[in-house]
């Protein structure tokens, strides 16, 4: 509470309404660096989009990258995981409830702009002392030296002493302080929504991955276990042909050692599915072993689209968020340093109050119970031993570092997409290769299978045409795997999927 009391009533000068006009017209005027958005350095066209074309398809083209890329693969479950991913993930949340920590931090910040009014009332019960500063006013006045006791022990009896009324106060922006730091303040509100859609797009692209993954491990497993059925029908036939003499125990012995050895493939690969799955239910923030029933159904093979959209450089910096994250980021540092400059300068606030204030509370209405005061304080730093310049030194090396960091994302940027379609372009030319290995190995078995069986080969020939076989299809479904999660991480890399943040935002933070 403002505790001026003037000795007698005066009117507000012109002069105060000069300095109040005066201020108001010159907040207009913002001190610091205007911020200029950063063009971001990318080519013309991508180097990886040369022309690699999709199996049955034809390749990548520059249209608009799909916003719900993970529906281009055609498995309804994995739309479903990714659905419940993106609205119940725990990170997802902590960078909603982030978000929303940094509006509420803009709104504190923009309250500033506002006059601040608050009413006041107050009751105390006092007593003045007989023997301090009363008796200077006592003697002050020429009070008789027979009347001076008396007039003291009035004045020092107890009494009541009631306030009401209201003060107000309200800060002139005359360099911009406040202004610039609610412009910085929108802009780290800007980032933390770009970190939320960063971490909804890694969020989508990880549940994407570890389905891919885990139905090539389903996969695998398949193989493996069909490989242990065909093991155990040729160790059969191995044993029956031994007993009558048409093959020796060594081809017995080979067989049993090759059925062993599929056998020991599928602890591995059913470890590993389990691991996969709960690390699908740790992303959907489900208890392990929660989807094992849901994902226990046949694999579906991935289905690569024909054509992927990649869109053209320009657009990357407009799409991914993290260099939108840190475009925000370098703009709340220059609005950073325009605060620190305005600290440099005084700071005129305008003050007013009015109290009503009487020994009995029936009087607070009475006019003349009142008392009031009005007019502009100055506060201008003068020494600080350097403080503030140092501060402006920092915010402007906080602001190169900003610049910087974009500049190195944008780099990254560039370097994750060119690489996510230089692996996506070589696992095409790998996976065509593969399908023409299996093929042929498949023929090749058979041949060799035709052959033992009537007699015009030994053992070792279908043995190892049909462990060429297996070869063949393992490497074909590592392939479809990896040419998935390699599509994954190009439509990471390009910033596709993260428009689902604003959908789920509101569910994430309750």
Request: hydrophobic letters at 45%; proline letters at 4%; one cysteine or more.
């Amino acid at each position: 509470m403002n505790t001026f009391l003037f000795s007698r009533t005066r009117r507000v000068g012109p002069g105060v309404l000069s300095i109040a006009a005066s201020s108001v017209l010159l907040a207009a005027c913002a001190v610091g660096p205007e911020y200029q958005a950063p063009q971001a350095e990318l080519p013309a066209q991508w180097d990886g989009a040369a022309a690699e074309s999709a199996p049955g398809g034809s390749g990548v083209e520059t249209a608009a990258v799909q916003t719900r890329w993970w529906g281009e693969f055609g498995d309804p479950l994995l739309v479903e995981l990714v659905e419940r991913a993106s609205a119940a993930n725990l990170d997802v949340q902590l960078a909603a409830l982030r978000v929303a920590q940094s509006r509420a931090q803009r709104d504190i910040v923009a309250g500033n702009r506002a006059p601040n009014v608050a009413a006041v009332g107050s009751y105390q019960r006092q007593r003045q002392s007989e023997l301090g500063s009363g008796t200077r006013l006592v003697d002050a006045i020429g009070a008789p030296a027979d009347q001076r006791a008396a007039i003291i022990d009035v004045l020092s009896e107890p009494h009541d002493v009631f306030q009401a009324g209201f003060d107000a106060s309200w800060e002139l922006d005359l360099w911009g302080r406040v202004q610039r730091a609610v412009e910085s303040a929108n802009a780290t509100l800007a980032a933390s929504r770009e970190d939320l859609h960063a971490a909804q797009l890694s969020l989508i692209a990880e549940v994407a991955r570890v389905y891919f993954e885990l139905r090539g491990v389903q996969e695998q497993l398949r193989i493996a276990r069909d490989d242990v059925q065909a093991s155990e029908t040729a160790l059969q036939l191995a044993e029956s042909r031994a007993q009558g003499g048409l093959v020796t125990q060594l081809d017995v012995s080979s067989q049993r050692a090759r059925l062993a050895d599929a056998r020991a493939q599928l602890p591995r690969l059913e470890h590993q599915q389990a691991r996969l799955m709960n690390a699908l239910a740790l992303l959907l923030a489900e208890e392990p072993g929660a989807l094992e029933q849901r994902l226990a159904a046949a694999p579906a093979q991935p289905r690569v689209p024909a054509i992927v959209s990649i869109g053209v450089p320009s657009q990357i910096a407009r799409r991914r968020p993290d260099i939108r994250g840190a475009e925000s980021r370098l703009q709340a540092a220059t609005a950073e340093v325009g605060v620190a400059v305005a600290d440099l300068y005084p700071r005129i606030t305008l003050t007013a109050g009015f109290m009503s204030e009487a020994l009995h509370a029936g009087d607070l209405g009475e006019w003349a119970a009142r008392q009031w005061h009005v007019g502009p304080s100055l506060h201008l730093p003068i020494f600080e031993g350097g403080r503030r310049r140092s501060v402006v030194e920092l915010r402007k090396l906080q602001q190169q570092e900003a610049a910087v960091s974009y500049q190195r994302t944008v780099l990254r940027a560039w370097h994750e997409i060119e690489d996510a379609l230089d692996a996506y372009a070589a696992e095409q030319r790998r996976h065509r290769e593969l399908l023409v290995a299996v093929a042929s190995s498949r023929d090749a078995y058979e041949i060799a299978t035709l052959h033992y069986q009537h007699g015009m080969t030994n053992f070792l020939v279908p043995l190892d045409a049909q462990r060429t076989m297996l070869q063949s299809e393992r490497a074909l479904a590592e392939s479809r795997t990896a040419m998935a999660t390699h599509l994954v991480s190009l439509y990471k890399a390009l910033g596709g999927g993260w428009e689902l943040a604003d959908e789920h935002a509101a569910a994430a933070m309750r």
